[in-house]
């Protein structure tokens, strides 16, 4: 594909590219659908009421919502008027959405009525500048600070005029941020380009899904998450297909039913594009209410989060009699880098590069590893090169320079590179662990458990279950004396954490192992069960 050009607006390019088929459908959700021609429409609204809240190019917009067709206006709302949203995770507490207002100095948010008394909880205090809130999917029930104007979504849209002009953007500047979690410290600033998407689109979307304007895509992966971003926003506007969208949790019954299009708003149209995470596959083949491969009509899937278990996608295709396009991906990447492709899976494997990007396998001293005689590359630290890389962490030199080097992006992942030159994820070269999909960090979870009052000690680790995914265990040492179940330990981590991040098993143990420093040794931890 060509670069775009030097001035380059992400959303003018994505209705530009629809307006020859207004009539077509481009998103269905739970409570209706949307044509490219109003889709049209209501970006373009959309860009005007922003305008009119007095935001300016560049600042920050908090987008705290769930999937819907108001995400998707909204956020290319933002890019069309050139203003900068910030696509949140919904699960997560009032002090992570504190943490994210105050670090992009939000100057609005725009969120889904459910998640307004934590939006609401988390603008208490002097040191945020929202100075707007809009509110989509009904009324906002919590009261918002003085001085924070509230909005109704529909209404805010449907008050302004279609903006005649996108905002006149660089493509290389920033388009949106997408929040990427460490093992310790807050949360990354994550800063994407308005070419970014268009990349990702093109390079992944088109080149290795092949979508069409005949697809229907459906993303169990939400949109806040890069890989849901592309998968069910960037890559199906691009060419012009429908996607489907759903609020809820992806469970296997929520899942059935869009793959089969049983709910009132589908009425029968069936998804041909399904993008899970390796967690959800393996639930979905679990569930006995999984669907006959004559009641769906998939063409394709696709799974990332973390590396599919070959048993997994085997399964999958023996049942459906479709194949599981498993590659990686990152937040910083925006999305897939290295990837099966249609007709050529090794299951067990990420594939091999995407077109348009390079990956190295590097030792210690940071140099490419050679190829071994039969052409394999043993383990190593990935790093890839490619069109679609974050511009930096925002206010964060330190892990910008460690992460983005030059062309260069650390991933974090340690591969190797079989003969044939597919790459086998070989783990993390930091501590985080990936829970269905999702980054979780151990050091977050010891410091919630240490919190509970009969917990002395704790260390997290990451165990394999009978499925080959992580799940989350927690080694905890009581005070002399005090009591304390499993269950009650699992309800103080939700109630303090973002609920996904709870220990999914607990073992209590008289002493934790520890260097003669004092260091707990989680290697022991985790030798132990592997024993
Ligand atoms: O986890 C992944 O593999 C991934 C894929 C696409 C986009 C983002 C991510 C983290």
């Not at 410290?185 to 998407?197: D, E, I, L």
């Not at 479709?322 to 925006?334: A, C, H, Q, R, W």
């Not at 934790?512 to 069960?529: C, D, H, N, S, V």
């Amino acid at each position: 594909p060509s670069a775009p050009p030097q001035r380059f607006n992400f959303a003018a390019h994505l209705l530009n590219r629809n307006a020859a088929h207004a009539q077509q459908l481009a998103l269905i959700d739970d409570n209706g659908t949307l044509t490219y021609g109003a889709l049209d429409d209501q970006v373009r609204r959309c860009a005007t009421a922003l305008r009119a809240l007095d935001l300016r190019r560049e600042e920050r917009v908090l987008l705290l919502m769930h999937d819907s067709r108001e995400w998707v206006v909204a956020f290319l709302g933002c890019l069309y008027a050139g203003v900068v949203p910030v696509a949140v995770n919904t699960l997560l507490t009032a002090d992570d959405y504190g943490y994210q207002l105050r670090h992009a100095r939000a100057q609005a948010a725009l969120v889904s009525a459910a998640l307004a008394p934590t939006l609401a909880a988390a603008l208490q205090g002097e040191s945020h500048e929202v100075r707007a809130v809009v509110v989509a999917h009904g009324e906002a029930t919590a009261a918002l600070p003085a001085g924070v104007a509230c909005h109704t979504f529909e209404a805010w849209i449907g008050a302004h005029p279609p903006a005649a002009q996108a905002a006149d953007t660089h493509a290389d500047e920033p388009a949106f941020w997408l929040y990427s979690s460490g093992s310790t410290g807050r949360p990354k600033g994550t800063v994407h380009t308005h070419a970014n998407p268009y990349w990702t689109a093109e390079l992944y979307g088109r080149g290795v899904l092949g979508l069409t304007p005949q697809d229907t895509v459906f993303s169990a992966a939400k949109l806040f998450f890069a890989y849901g971003l592309g998968n069910a926003l960037s890559f199906p506007l691009s060419v012009g297909a429908t996607v489907v969208l759903m609020a809820e949790r992806p469970t296997p019954p929520a899942v059935f039913a869009r793959l089969t299009g049983t709910t009132l708003t589908l009425a029968g149209r069936r998804p041909t594009v399904f993008y899970g995470a390796p967690t959800g596959y393996a639930g979905m083949l679990a569930h006995p209410a999984l669907p006959a491969r004559t009641e769906v009509a998939l063409r394709l899937c696709s799974s990332a989060g973390e590396a599919l278990p070959r048993d997994i996608g085997e399964r999958w295709s023996a049942h459906f009699g479709v194949e599981i396009i498993d590659g990686i991906g990152s937040t910083e990447m925006l999305h897939i880098y290295c990837s099966n492709r249609p007709g050529d899976v090794v299951y067990g494997t990420s594939g091999t590069p995407v077109p348009g990007y390079e990956l190295h396998i590097r030792g210690d001293d940071g140099q490419p590893l050679p190829a071994n005689p039969d052409g394999s590359i043993d383990i190593g630290d990935l790093y890839v090169r490619g069109p679609s890389a974050a511009l930096l962490y925002w206010n964060d030199r330190e892990r910008s320079q460690q992460t983005f080097q030059g062309t260069w992006t650390r991933t974090g992942d340690k591969y190797t590179r079989t003969a044939d030159g597919r790459y086998v994820y070989a783990g993390r070269n930091d501590d985080m662990l990936k829970v269905s999909g999702i980054y979780v960090s151990p050091f977050e979870v010891e410091a919630t458990l240490v919190r509970h009052p009969a917990v002395v000690e704790a260390a997290v680790i990451g165990i394999t279950d009978a499925d080959g995914l992580t799940k989350t265990k927690a080694f905890i040492v009581l005070r002399p004396g005090a009591h304390a179940s499993a269950e009650e330990i699992q309800a103080h981590c939700k109630q303090h954490l973002a609920p996904y991040k709870y220990p999914r098993a607990i073992e209590f143990v008289d002493e934790l192992p520890k260097t003669a420093t004092g260091k707990i040794q989680r290697f022991r931890l985790r030798e132990r069960e592997a024993a």
